[in-house]
Nanobody
Framework: QVQLVESGGGLVQAGGSLRLSCAAS????????MSWFRQAPGKEREFVAG????????FYADSVKGRFSVSRDNAKNTVYLQMNSLKPEDTAVYYC????????????????WGQGTQVSVSS
């Protein structure tokens, strides 16, 4: 059974930082395309950041370029999302995602979802 478990969300002031973690079980993160998505209230789920198939490249939404970065630890079977210079518009539930499409930027291409972790940024 595949599980993606996110952690690290919380409430932070604008300009602050958070690091999200996604611990995987039942799949190997190095064998899947891994991405992060987010969904704000009343909005569609959108791509935030992710890896290419072999992890040699990373992709970012324009709205987070220069502020967010993805990384992974294959030994821990975990991927991370480092979020710096957070803005109120970054407030959303953040989801870890795994799939076979590269880059994994469309929600309909995702095979496995995590349960999500709330990130709230106050002004």
């Amino acid at each position: 059974q595949v599980q993606l478990v996110e952690s690290g969300g919380g409430l932070v002031q604008a300009g602050g930082s958070l690091r999200l973690s996604c611990a995987a079980s039942g799949l190997t993160v190095s064998n899947y395309v891994m991405s992060w998505f987010r969904q704000a209230p009343g909005k569609e789920r959108e791509f935030v950041a992710g890896f290419s198939w072999i992890g040699s490249s990373t992709f970012y939404a324009d709205s987070v370029k220069g502020r967010f970065s993805v990384s992974r630890d294959n030994a821990k079977n975990t991927v991370y999302l480092q979020m710096n210079s957070l803005k109120p518009e970054d407030t959303a539930v953040y989801y870890c995602a795994a799939g076979r499409t590269t880059p994994l930027q469309r929600a309909k291409d995702v095979t496995y979802w995590g349960q999500g972790t709330q990130v709230s940024v106050s002004s």
